[in-house]
T-cell receptor, first 114, second 110 residues
Framework: KAGVTQTPRYLIKTRGQQVTLSCSPI?????VSWYQQTPGQGLQFLFE???????NKGNFPGRFSGRQFSNSRSEMNVSTLELGDSALYLC?????????????FGEGSWLTVV | TQLLEQSPQFLSIQEGENLTVYCNSS?????LQWYRQEPGEGPVLLVT?????EVKKLKRLTFQFGDARKDSSLHITAAQPGDTGLYLC??????????FGAGTILRVKS
């Protein structure tokens, strides 16, 4: 079955702009999580959506937001971009239920802020 | 706050050598996952361990979950250049929030 699909793969934005990243989870998966990966901080949890509701949130400022649609596809938005937002943004999909349910990652969206 | 300490941070070894990567926490996790990530790609799941004391084998890789579900290890036997990559452990925190270790960069030289 198809994996987690993220678009775009690469993008360059200017400080102050906003960006929207998209994620299509594995068919049948209702949970979508977003992570930020940087060399200095590693992988950090942004938020998780399950059945269109935000179920969990990490410690990121309000400039980072997301949403999930009825078909489980998800988008995350970063407003007023800062240089420090340059990172690999990873989307992860799972069934969202039960202990140890497997979480699959997409290839990520590389964001560079200049 | 749940934290996972992963060690070592870097490993550079010759082909054929064995190695172990450790992942430790003061917190209990309901499950722990190991991922391998190559440059420019997303993490790829290697294994999920759920039961304290569980041992899982994946070809030359052996994964162990501590009895108290606070620590885990990854052992690679007879490493090969194809094993080169970033290895990440991740604990299943509240809900589907994964808590990641800092990662171990493994380089296997031929």
């Amino acid at each position: 079955k198809a994996g987690v699909t993220q678009t775009p793969r690469y993008l360059i934005k200017t400080r102050g702009q906003q960006v929207t990243l998209s994620c299509s989870p594995i068919s049948g998966h209702r949970s979508v999580s977003w992570y930020q990966q940087t060399p200095g901080q590693g992988l950090q949890f942004l938020f998780e959506y399950f059945s269109e509701t935000q179920r969990n949130k990490g410690n990121f400022p309000g400039r980072f937001s997301g949403r999930q649609f009825s078909n489980s596809r998800s988008e995350m938005n970063v407003s007023t971009l800062e240089l420090g937002d340059s990172a690999l943004y990873l989307c992860a999909s799972s069934s969202g239920q039960g202990v140890g349910n497997t979480i699959y990652f997409g290839e990520g969206s590389w964001l560079t802020v200049v | 706050t749940q934290l996972l300490e992963q060690s070592p941070q870097f490993l550079s070894i010759q082909e054929g050598e064995n190695l172990t990567v450790y992942c430790n926490s003061s917190s209990v996790f309901s499950s722990l996952q190991w991922y391998r990530q190559e440059p420019g790609e997303g993490p790829v799941l290697l294994v999920t361990v759920v039961t304290g004391g569980e041992v899982k084998k994946l070809k030359r890789l052996t994964f162990q979950f501590g009895d108290a579900r606070k620590d885990s290890s990854l052992h690679i036997t007879a490493a090969q250049p194809g094993d080169t990559g970033l290895y990440l452990c991740a604990g299943d925190g509240y809900g589907n929030k994964l808590v990641f270790g800092a990662g171990t960069i493994l380089r296997v030289k031929s």
